[in-house]
């Protein structure tokens, strides 16, 4: 009884969160994406993966990434002490503090660096791409490997739905038991989806973003806040609570808080939205984060981030900025 309560009160935290499609570097032109060849998965991981080779690393990892996404993460690890680590689309799984060269490669639709734009497979899978571009990179499955290796840590894990779903494959090589030491947050799924859920989600809904909420903010830093908020809610006063013990606390904590208010916005071509960025440039000062709120909030009109960052440059280009 004595060993087993001593591995409870070493047990210690780590988290991993996702990269940012903003850098604090320009990426080379190699590490574009939209520089690759056209192919196959498999042929687009080896590409990728000789180009990453050939650059020198440049910058940390933590000073690379920006936005309120990541730095909600870093607060986090600082808070907690505890060593962050991110899962890359382009680099596969690192830690914050490591060098590595800047790159602009990403699984997020509609971005000019979409790795699928490249890819000609039929029904593009990013589990597919991680598990290729891993095994290039020198070590295939590295959450299953990370996380099985190290028996006294719970691990938390800050990822929106399409990095979820690009480390789905990896989390399933997992043991049950292993899943324990897991908690997810970020991805709005039902858990009976799959088994990693069903063992490790913490379901958090749009009651973050609502009006009680102490970290209100954007779905583009949900999962981040989501685990700010897990740590403060659950795991700062229970670190070895289980699962089920985790989620009581979160739906208790969620259960006084009310709901998002649900806009109804107006969809429109990427044309029409181009044509409202330029007529609305002053208004936003020619900032993108300001003329994203303006377009969401003001105009009413629906525009996902990745695609807005596109359109966005396309017509900063168009004026000459």
């Given at each position: 009884m004595q060993r087993i309560l001593?591995?409870?009160?070493?047990?210690?935290?780590?988290?991993?969160?996702?990269?940012?499609?903003?850098?604090?570097?320009?990426?080379?032109?190699?590490?574009?994406?939209?520089?690759?060849?056209?192919?196959?998965?498999?042929?687009?991981?080896?590409?990728?993966?000789?180009?990453?080779?050939?650059?020198?690393?440049?910058?940390?990892?933590?000073?690379?990434?920006?936005?309120?996404?990541?730095?909600?993460?870093?607060?986090?690890?600082?808070t907690t002490k505890s060593p962050l680590y991110v899962v890359s689309a382009g680099l596969g799984l690192l830690r914050a503090d490591k060098k590595i060269p800047s790159y602009s490669l990403t699984v997020s639709p509609g971005t000019a660096d979409a790795i699928q734009n490249r890819c000609t497979d039929t029904g593009f899978s990013a589990a597919d791409w991680w598990t290729k571009l891993t095994a290039r990179l020198g070590l295939q499955y590295?959450?299953?490997?990370?996380?099985?290796?190290?028996?006294?840590?719970?691990?938390?894990?800050?990822?929106?739905?399409?990095?979820?779903?690009?480390?789905?494959?990896?989390?399933?090589?997992?043991?049950?038991?292993?899943?324990?030491?897991?908690r997810i947050v970020g991805p709005q799924l039902d858990k009976s989806e799959h088994r990693v859920l069903d063992a490790c989600l913490l379901s958090i809904d749009d009651r973050l973003n609502g009006p009680d909420s102490p970290l209100p903010g954007t779905q583009t830093d949900f999962a981040q806040r989501a685990a700010r908020f897990t740590y403060d809610t659950v795991i700062r006063g229970n670190l070895e609570g289980g699962v089920t013990a985790h989620r009581r606390a979160i739906s208790r904590r969620l259960s006084a808080m009310r709901p998002a208010t649900r806009h109804k916005r107006q969809s429109?071509?990427?044309?029409?939205?181009?044509?409202?960025?330029?007529?609305?440039?002053?208004?936003?000062?020619?900032?993108?984060?300001?003329?994203?709120?303006?377009?969401?909030?003001?105009?009413?009109?629906?525009?996902?981030?990745?695609?807005?960052?596109?359109?966005?440059?396309?017509?900063r280009k168009s004026l000459n900025l």
């Open positions: 001593a591995s409870y009160q070493m047990r210690t935290l780590s988290i991993i969160t996702s990269c940012t499609n903003r850098k604090s570097v320009t990426p080379t032109r190699t590490l574009l994406a939209r520089s690759l060849p056209i192919g196959s998965t498999a042929l687009l991981a080896r590409e990728w993966s000789i180009r990453v080779r050939r650059t020198v690393p440049s910058t940390c990892a933590e000073e690379l990434y920006q936005g309120r996404a990541f730095l909600e993460a870093l607060k986090v690890s600082e590295p959450l299953a490997h990370l996380i099985g290796g190290s028996k006294s840590r719970l691990w938390l894990l800050a990822l929106p739905r399409n990095y979820y779903e690009l480390v789905i494959d990896d989390l399933g090589q997992l043991s049950d038991r292993q899943l324990e030491r897991v429109l071509s990427d044309e029409a939205i181009m044509r409202k960025i330029e007529k609305l440039w002053r208004v936003a000062d020619g900032k993108s984060g300001r003329m994203l709120r303006v377009l969401r909030d003001k105009e009413q009109i629906a525009c996902e981030q990745g695609r807005f960052n596109g359109l966005f440059k396309s017509v």
